[in-house]
């Protein structure tokens, strides 16, 4: 079973091969050269579907099941922001620092150094079989006072609701039964195994 991974995040990567536990889940750019994909839907979900649906057509295995994750950060006293613009909010190139950093000055800038906000996380999945997308979230809040080296992305500033540490200090255990990204994999798991299923027991479509 080719499961085909339709991000260029390493640290997506890490966190859907350890839900996964499968040796045989790549990421696309060890297949195929990577190349860049517009992300101009409105919604999580748009975005994860166009990702899933390049690398499915970049790929020309029929075979193949493509999952890919469009994710992101919303706090609530800007409105959402940075929301589907998450990977952007620091500019075009902006690394995962520049982001970080962004949001923090953006928080500070409301005289403000703390926020409720939740990440969501939407994996698409595409194959012969169709097209489907699920969705997971977390909530907790943001603070300025970054800590901790775990995790990727806002990690460092995320504060889970429960917990009174980032999920930069948090050990990947923990985040892995709390995330957004956790949630959404396992319902995606969930419609994999019903595509093995069909492929075992059924005609090829
Ligand atoms: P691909 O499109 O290649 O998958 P990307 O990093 O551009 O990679 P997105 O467009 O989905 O992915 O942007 C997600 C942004 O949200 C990015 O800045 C991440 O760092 C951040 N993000 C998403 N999930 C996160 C998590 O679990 N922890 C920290 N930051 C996260």
């Not at 800038?109 to 699920?134: F, K, M, N, R, W």
Request: charged fraction near 25%.
């Amino acid at each position: 079973m080719n499961i085909v991974l339709a991000t260029s995040n390493q640290g997506k990567v890490r966190e859907i091969r350890e839900t996964f536990h499968e040796r045989d889940i790549v990421a696309y750019t060890d297949v195929i050269k990577g190349f860049e994909i517009i992300e101009d839907g409105a919604t999580f979900k748009a975005n994860a579907l166009i990702k899933a649906r390049a690398v499915y057509t970049a790929l020309g295995d029929k075979n193949a099941i493509v999952i890919a994750d469009d994710s992101g950060i919303s706090v609530d006293v800007l409105g959402g922001a940075p929301g589907i613009y998450s990977a952007r909010y620091g500019g075009d190139h902006a690394s995962d620092r520049d982001n970080l950093h962004k949001l923090v000055q953006a928080l500070k800038d409301q005289g403000l150094d703390t926020s409720p906000a939740h990440y969501t996380a939407a994996i698409a999945i595409v194959s012969q079989e169709g097209e489907s997308c699920v969705h997971g979230w977390m909530y907790g809040h943001v603070t300025t006072h970054l800590r901790g080296e775990n995790g990727f992305g806002y990690d460092p500033m995320f504060i889970p609701l429960g917990f009174d540490k980032t999920l930069g200090e948090l050990e990947s255990s923990i985040k892995k039964e709390l995330s957004h990204r956790s949630k959404a994999l396992a319902l995606a798991k969930i419609l994999i195994e019903q595509i093995k299923t069909l492929r075992t027991h059924c005609n090829p479509l």
